[in-house]
């Protein structure tokens, strides 16, 4: 249960993030668009490059995660496989 609630609220913010973004660079090229429009677009683009670190961050704890559970699911496969060997092992 634990696990899904992280991966939802990770999702979620994810999803915030994005939404963030849309608004954001909005708002910084308007807020900038009084000093220039290159001053505008040189501020945009360094917000979109901060806020794209933070999605970049975001997808790679999304990825950590899945391919930690990947592993878990793997090492508990081997050991079953490994028990059953052992226990025809012994049969024989």
Not at 25 to 43: C, N
Not at 63 to 88: A, D, N, P, V, Y
Request: hydrophobic residues 60%.
């Amino acid at each position: 249960m634990q696990r899904q609630t992280f991966d939802a609220l990770l999702s979620f913010m994810l999803g915030a993030v994005w939404a963030f973004i849309v608004v954001g660079a909005f708002v910084a090229f308007s807020l900038f668009s009084i000093l220039g429009y290159w001053v505008a677009i040189v501020a945009t683009f360094i917000f979109l490059f901060i806020a794209f670190l933070i999605v970049l961050l975001l997808e790679a704890l999304l990825m950590f995660r899945r391919s930690e559970e990947e592993k878990r699911r793997q090492s508990r496969l081997i050991e079953e496989l490994h028990q059953t060997l052992l226990s025809q092992k012994s049969d024989d």
